[in-house]
């Protein structure tokens, strides 16, 4: 939780803030945010895709989140 006050103190010292399976920013620039992300993925490496699928999912949200291999 946090005060209005201090989410904009922040946003005026970083141009986005990671919150939860979030990013806030003052004012969506699509290059920030690409660089951002870019920066991040940096980090999802490993083995084999269910580790890296593992390290994305622990910062983002994806359209796979709740599959459970059951299209009914």
């Known amino acids: 939780m946090c005060s209005p006050e201090w989410l904009n103190n922040e946003l005026d010292s970083y ?4 919150a939860g399976k979030r990013l806030v920013t003052k004012r969506f620039d699509p290059e920030v945010v690409e660089e951002f992300v870019r920066k991040r993925l940096l980090h999802a490496t490993g083995p084999d ?5 593992a390290k994305l999912g622990e ?3 994806w359209e796979f989140d709740d599959y459970n291999g059951d299209f009914r």
């Not at 141009?15 to 990671?18: E, K, N, P, R, V």
């Not at 895709?49 to 699928?53: F, I, L, Q, S």
Request: a neutral charge.
């Open 49 to 53: 895709w269910e580790t890296v699928a």
């Open 15 to 18: 141009s986005i803030l990671h």
């Open 59 to 61: 910062w983002s949200r």
